[in-house]
T-cell receptor
Framework: GQQLNQSPQSMFIQEGEDVSMNCTSS?????WLWYKQDPGEGPVLLIA?????ELTSNGRLTAQFGITRKDSFLNISASIPSDVGIYFC??????????FGAGTRLTVKP | EPEVTQTPSHQVTQMGQEVILRCVPI?????FYWYRQILGQKVEFLVS????????KSEIFDDQFSVERPDGSNFTLKIRSTKLEDSAMYFC??????????????FGSGTQLSVL
């Protein structure tokens, strides 16, 4: 179905290191999105991807929409302590619903 | 910056009671959504709403759930008879554009529902 497999589940890194996480699915999506969730808050959109192969940056964040439309990755360069949080990928096939991955919990050690 | 607001931030209820979670979407948005997140798990889609009717719902959204847009600003989620497993953070979201390829969802901060 529309199951999204996100990995890794968690990451513990040193400040300054680069981070990479990805999502894969057996289904094709028209849109891939990456969200960050801070404790007690709702998900906040980081990057939206609309075309297969698209590579988009937002500051230190870079995300790509896979050519097959079944996967996406998010990279964070030169991590800082405020990058801590849970990162979710989300895929959308139609306007009416969006499915989330299970999240990657990022811990950044100063 | 416009934002989606949800009330209350925390709701504690007894099993079997009805609860209504309230949301005020961003004012010019047309699509409205409810998601939930059980502690430590992923965000799950419940329902989407457009033009005063449900557009899509997930298998979680059974007969115990209903949504309503009672006026021009509020969007509510009602759980008719709460169960222990309904305990979760419930997020409301809204979006402006109806085209699948150009739509951003904006989330509220959530209502933490605890069913005792």
């Amino acid at each position: 179905g529309q199951q999204l497999n996100q990995s890794p589940q968690s990451m513990f890194i040193q400040e300054g290191e680069d981070v990479s996480m990805n999502c894969t699915s057996s289904s094709i999506f028209n849109t891939w999105l990456w969200y960050k969730q801070d404790p007690g808050e709702g998900p906040v959109l980081l990057i939206a991807l609309y075309k297969a192969g698209e590579l988009t940056s937002n500051g230190r964040l870079t995300a790509q929409f896979g050519i097959t439309r079944k996967d996406s990755f998010l990279n964070i360069s030169a991590s800082i302590p405020s990058d801590v949080g849970i990162y979710f990928c989300a895929g959308r096939r139609r306007a009416n619903d969006m499915r989330f991955g299970a999240g990657t919990r990022l811990t950044v050690k100063p | 910056e416009p934002e989606v607001t949800q009330t209350p931030s925390h709701q504690v209820t007894q099993m079997g009671q009805e609860v209504i979670l309230r949301c005020v979407p961003i004012s010019n948005h047309l699509y409205f959504y409810w998601y939930r997140q059980i502690l430590g798990q992923k965000v799950e889609f419940l329902v989407s709403f457009y033009n005063n009717e449900i557009s899509e719902k997930s298998e979680i959204f059974d007969d115990q759930f209903s949504v309503e847009r009672p006026d021009g600003s509020n969007f509510t989620l009602k759980i008719r008879s709460t169960k222990l497993e309904d305990s979760a953070m419930y997020f409301c979201a809204s979006s402006a554009d109806q085209r699948a390829t150009n739509e951003k969802l904006f989330f509220g901060s959530g209502t933490q529902l605890s069913v005792l």
